[in-house]
């Protein structure tokens, strides 16, 4: 079935460090690719998304590509900030037969010290 | 005021209560989610519904019961607790399949 698998940390940088969160999927069509940030004590709010291959989605200094031949949608930031602290997820969604199937990765919290 | 709001936002409670978790949506989406969050796991769906007369099983749902009372209105019901049913929850909104979805703050639910 379809999976996402995305590094699980925890990871801590210190501020203006580069970010790289690594995320591979598996799916059997083409789905959409999401990348998901859950701030401390809040919910889950869209960071980027890309709908096809070779797509870019990029937000808040964040960027992901989505790569087809790879299978992978890596979340990077060149300078990551004390307000980056989070728990990022990784998603894919797909249409089957009528109706959408949305798979999460576990989340990998990122702490960055100042 | 934020667009998908839940309550309550903390809950404490014993094994074999019965308990009912609401969530408000204000951004008009015929389509409506129960998550829930365990560390380590990710997000996994329990309930799902695409208007008032549908409703969906998830992932998960043993355990579990919904009800849609409006476009607006999505609660999520334990019939009778149990300790490996401590989670965070969360309600989604989404306007299409395959869209964004928008998240509640979440309800921290604790069973002894």
């Known amino acids: 079935g379809d999976s996402v698998t995305q590094m699980e940390g925890p990871v801590t940088l210190s501020e203006e460090a580069f970010l790289t969160i690594n995320c591979t999927y598996t799916?059997?069509?083409?789905?959409?690719l999401f990348w998901y940030v859950q701030y401390p004590g809040e919910g889950l709010q869209l960071l980027l998304k890309?709908?096809?291959?070779?797509d870019k989605g990029s937000n808040k200094g964040f960027e992901a590509t989505y790569r087809k031949e790879t299978t992978s949608f890596h979340l990077e930031k060149g300078s990551v900030q004390v307000s980056d602290s989070a728990v990022y997820f990784c998603?894919?969604?797909?249409?089957?037969?009528?109706?959408?199937?949305?798979?999460f990765g576990k989340g990998m919290k990122l702490t960055v010290n100042p | 005021d934020a667009d998908v709001t839940q309550t309550p936002r903390n809950r404490i409670t014993k094994t074999g209560k019965r308990i009912m978790l609401e969530c408000s949506q204000t951004?008009?989406?015929?389509?409506m989610y129960w998550y829930r969050q365990d560390p380590g796991l990710g997000l996994r769906l329990i309930y799902y519904?695409?208007?008032?007369?549908?409703?969906n099983k998830g992932e998960i749902s043993d355990g579990y019961s919904v009800s849609r009372q409006a476009q607006a209105k999505f609660s999520l019901s334990l019939e009778s607790a149990i300790p490996n049913q401590t989670a965070l929850y969360f309600c989604?909104?989404?306007?299409?399949?395959?869209?964004?979805?928008?998240f509640g703050p979440g309800t921290r639910l604790t069973v002894l």
């Open positions: 519904s695409f208007d008032v007369k549908d409703i």
């Open positions: 890309a709908t096809k291959a070779d």
């Open positions: 951004k008009g989406h015929d389509r």
């Open positions: 799916a059997t069509g083409y789905p959409s």
């Open positions: 998603a894919l969604s797909q249409l089957q037969g009528g109706s959408e199937k949305l798979v």
């Open positions: 989604a909104t989404s306007e299409q399949a395959g869209t964004v979805k928008y």
